[in-house]
């Protein structure tokens, strides 16, 4: 009987992207312009007066959107959750794993690693087609961030790292939902969004499968500290980036002071938790469905959060 981790990967070598799809290439001779770059719903600066004036800055935004959106893709997969899936497929996440288990762990590394490679090589074919070149990215401020959670209790590297990819894999992105849909957009962006969003929704059901099986192995202590962290795991994976956005901003010479306001009036905390609480959802309920939420001062933690599952 396979382990509940893999029973979604019973046809990987026949569903996963990296072996069933070829490589999205734009059309020859496409006119970009017919398109846009990334949905302005989800853009939280689109909606600014002074963006909104301006239709060849706001276009731009939202080529520089999407490239930061498909850098940070690129990153956070062999940055985050390869180096998680490297420590589960080699036997060395600090729990008893069964072979198969460690097997799916690979088979996510595989994925992973194609969803960074054609991340960056769309970056590049479109900075080649637009003639917008990408802003230079950084993720090292992002990681930083992620990795400061649970920084006080050293000794539980292995365990943090582990928690971060149950908590980003069982988040559901609008921009994962949302992209494929929508056909104003560039098609091969469309197109490689949808592949990610298939192989995702695989990954989504390994890491809740492995999260019950992770929690199973940690005593009273243990679960008391873990679940403290998860709340703020949570608003760390998912807090939107400003840095890139000030960074596309200053690329064309907008001043600083309307930098401030732009990126101050755009990503206000009620709006910034709005949408972090809105993707997730899934990621609760799961720790509430394990029963980790009835726990009072977890539950208060999660409230102070604005992460709450009545708030959501
Ligand atoms: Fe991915
Ligand atoms: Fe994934």
């Not at 001779?29 to 398109?35: A, I, M, N, V």
């Amino acid at each position: 009987m396979p382990s509940d981790e893999v029973l979604a990967f019973q046809r990987w070598y026949e569903k996963a992207g990296v072996r069933r799809t070829p490589r999205r290439l734009l059309r020859p001779g496409e006119d970009l312009d017919r398109y846009s770059f990334f949905p302005r719903h989800l853009i939280p600066h689109m909606e600014h007066p002074r963006v909104l004036k301006d239709p060849e800055l706001a276009r731009y935004l939202e080529a520089q959107y999407l490239f930061q959106w498909l850098n940070f893709t690129a990153h956070f997969e062999v940055g985050v959750v390869n180096r998680a899936t490297h420590l589960i497929s080699t036997g060395r996440a600090g729990i008893e794993c069964p072979p198969d288990v460690q097997q799916g762990a690979f088979q996510i590394y595989v994925d992973e690693g194609y969803h960074s490679l054609y991340s960056l090589d769309m970056v590049r074919q479109l900075e080649a087609r637009s003639g917008i070149d990408a802003v230079p990215y950084d993720f090292d401020e992002y990681l930083d961030g992620l990795d400061a959670v649970g920084h006080d209790y050293p000794g539980h590297g292995r365990l943090v790292q582990l928690l971060q990819v149950v908590t980003f894999e069982t988040l559901v992105t609008g921009i994962l939902l949302d992209v494929p849909k929508d056909p104003t957009l560039i098609p091969e962006v469309r197109e490689i969004v949808q592949d990610h969003a298939v192989d995702e929704g695989t990954h989504h059901a390994y890491f809740s499968a492995f999260f019950k099986r992770l929690w199973g192995t940690l005593s009273v202590s243990e679960r008391q500290m873990v679940a403290r962290w998860l709340p703020d795991l949570i608003l760390r994976s998912l807090k939107p980036a400003t840095t890139p956005t000030a960074n596309a901003l200053r690329a064309v010479g907008t001043p600083e002071a309307e930098i401030r306001e732009i990126i101050g009036d755009s990503f206000s905390p009620a709006a910034v938790v709005g949408g972090i609480r809105r993707s997730s959802v899934n990621t609760v309920r799961l720790f509430a469905s394990m029963g980790i939420l009835d726990d009072a001062q977890t539950h208060d933690a999660f409230a102070r959060a604005g992460l709450a599952p009545e708030e959501q």
